[in-house]
């Protein structure tokens, strides 16, 4: 069996809105709040009427390069940190009481960080009224002289009003008084409440102008708060908390004593026009200022605040305060109001405070009051998502869906950004470095919102009857009182009356018929009567007169009185007015000394408030001592085992490393030895080649001294020292004086060289010998002298493994240092090297005839002084060593 598909259920078209093609953007004004300490690091500076440059602060690195980035951000007016507060509620908050005067509806809410000055903006502090008592005082100022009287307007409990007649009105207030009265206007200021007194002061008063003199005008107003995604309201009498435990009939509770469910919240409606309201939310008819911001400080006193690192009075909801305003034309006479309840006009101002987004890091929030940040961020978020969707929608043209359900604070003005009022936005920021993170998100938020358009909302028609009615009521009014004030009272309706009664008092005319001529009895008794009248009416006179006379002489009476007792009425208001004096100063000190005692018990109130949470603190400080005390005890005591092991294992492996030290030191030991062995075995095997070296043919060399030179002796193994030792003095051979030569050395060139020769070297006279041009020669180098050369050569002498003399030249460059000085670089190291002869003798090859008896071939040089006259120039890290033969170029010698 097939089944029919469901149709899903049509939805509710949307309401049918007066067009309107103007929309204006939403207006966002920026206030900076001052810094808290003059020694804080300062992140924004306001540099124009409209921009605001925000600075990185140190240590924070914005870009990848690691350079500090610098922001900008407009607005439509930036207000500074000398601004005052009614300077901001003339820029920000008058126009939309200009609005809701003439019926239009306005939304203003305050924006921005924790501690950022929110509150204080919009409620302010004695004498610097912020903007909601500021608003309220343009309204009664304006309005004052055409209100309706109490209970005239009345709220349908639908978002709608309800208009009856007055004698209606005189009722309910009667029956309301005598049941559950309402809360009465103060009579004076001296009564309120000292926290609010004096918000304002009387010259920075403000009032509307252009309003409808021929209405009637009711205020009503309402504060609600959204905690934890929840509404309160906080003008109901019994105010329940915003967690509760659930009972049940009889007494037990449900669940356990730990747990805990919210309590049903207020819930959000679409009245009629759908326009959201908050359902069973208590509206107060207030009649003054006074009286208007009593009620909200009575909320404002239940409003939601905690302590946190941050703020001392962070608020923890979102609080709304309503402002509504009734208003209904007057009748053709201009005297009542019109009963026509589709006549009544209700606009609306709505202002917000925004709880301030916080991070949970920063404020050290902990339990509940991390619920509350997540639900305070998330709201927020909410607000910008929708912000962002209602952007792209206009500048993209999409027609994606706005989230306002996804929170209250959305879902209660979704009204406003459709386009049914202003919307106006103040961004308070905190210019202190550690709230530049924060601050930057909000003015990227604000720059956002500034680009979203609101439809200007629709004039309301005007009623069609004649203009200045109650003006003209009221003149008529006036001038029938004085009419009557003049004439004494109603005198035209007493005069015919008295008359009436004194001509009934006389006796009757007879009849006055004449038939007859002869007819004497008709005259003679129209006679008498006549007489008896007049007689009457003679003692009629006279006793008027004498009533006359006594009136006159009893007005005289009481005339002498009356002049004798207003002197005495003139002396005594004279003393009156003395008193009256002596009362108006007592009552000035009374008041003075009573406000001052209130603003003690205030101080006093504040101080046991901020002893408590002092003394909280140091409760949870004091815990948190000793738990972080225990936390240290036991990381000491773990510190200690941890020493302990660490010790014996240092121990351990030092002990280990003794051993293998001592094992690497003798495996060294020995292999130097056999490396010392071996050198002295290359050794003895050189010096056999050169002993064997001359034959007995060969006549014996002369002496070369006088003393012979000892043979350098080979220490044994055991005494055997480093190879360097000082230089000996070379022997002065005693052959036939020879003219030395010179070649070219290397180091020759175009540079300017220090030739540095210690003052112990010897000089060989051998047939080569390094010359060295354009050089500074000194025994001990000085940077006098390294400054003025380019190149550095070090002559250096000791004697070589078989006893001769061996020099060697260490070659450098000198170079700059950068603090000025001088250094060398060395780069070569030239090694010259002599052997002594005594006996002079030709070269021969081995190849030229037959050696004499005893004579051996000796390699290719068979003469020892032709080999020892030989320079052989040997680079450093050359592959030179034992066994490699050199050759050389031999220079003749003159005989």
Known sequence: MIRQAKGKTPRRPPPK?????????????????????????????????????????????TNRNGEYKETQCSFKKVFGVSVSQMELFEYVAKPLVDDLIHGKNGLLFTYGVTGSGKTFTMTGSPGQGGLLPRSLDMIFNTIGPYQAKRYVFKTDDKNGMDVQSEVDALLERQRRENNLPAPKATPSRQKLDPEIADMIKPEEAYKAGGVDEDSSYSIFVSYIEIYNNYIYDLLEENQEDAIKPKWNGGGTPVRQNTEFIPPQSKILREDQNHNMYVSGCMEVEVKSAEEAFQVFWRGQKKRKIANTRLNRESSRSHSVFIIKLAQAPLDADGDNILQDKSQVNVSQLCLVDLAGSER????????????????????????????????????????????????????????????????????????????????????????????????????????????????????????????????????DRDVPSVITHLVHSLPPLPSSELTDPHDDITLPRLIETLQSRHRIRQMMIDEYNKAANMMKSMLQELDSNLISKDNFIHEQNGKLFEKDKVIQTNKAEIERLEKKTKMQEHKIDILQKTTKIYEDDKRSLRQELETREQRLHRELSEKRRMEQRMHGVVSDTQHKWEKECERRVNAMQLEMQNKLWVKDEKLKQLKAIVTESKTPGRPDPPPRQTQPQPQPQRPSREERLPAKRSASPSPVPTATPVRPLH?????????????????SSLDLGTVLQPVIPNAIQVSAPSEKALSKCDRYVLTHQEVASDGEIQTKLIKGEVIKTRGGGQAVQFTDIETLKQELTTVSSRKRKSSEGTPASGDRADGAWTDVETRCSVAVEMRAGSNMGPGFEHHGITKRRKP
Request: aromatic share 6%.
């Open 360 to 491: 949970t890091g920063r404020t050290g929030a902990e339990g509940t009051r991390i619920r509350e940040a997540g639900n305070i961020n998330q709201s927020l978020l909410t607000l910008r998502t929708c912000i962002e969707i209602l952007r792209e929608n206009q500048m993209c043209g999409t027609n994606k869906m706005v989230p306002y359900r996804d929170s209250k604070v959305t879902h209660l003005f979704k009204n406003y950004f459709d386009g049914e009022g202003k919307v106006k936005m103040v961004v308070c920021v905190n210019p202190k470095a550690d709230d530049y993170e924060e601050t930057l998100l909000v003015m990227r938020f604000a720059e956002m919102t500034q680009e979203v358009e609101i439809a200007r909302p629709v004039d309301r028609p005007i009623c069609g009857f004649t203009p200045g009615r109650r003006n003209r009521n009221q003149a008529f009014k006036e001038e029938l009182s004085r009419k009557l004030e003049e004439r004494g009272g109603p005198v």
């Open 743 to 759: 070649r070219r050395s290397r180091s020759a060139g175009g540079e300017k060289w220090v030739d540095h020769k210690p003052a």
């Open 17 to 61: 809105k007066p067009s309107s093609n103007q929309k204006d953007p939403v207006g966002v004004y920026c206030r900076v709040r001052p810094l808290g300490a003059e020694d804080e690091e300062c992140c924004i500076e306001v540099i124009s009427s409209s921009t605001i440059q925000l600075h990185a602060p140190e240590g924070f690195k």
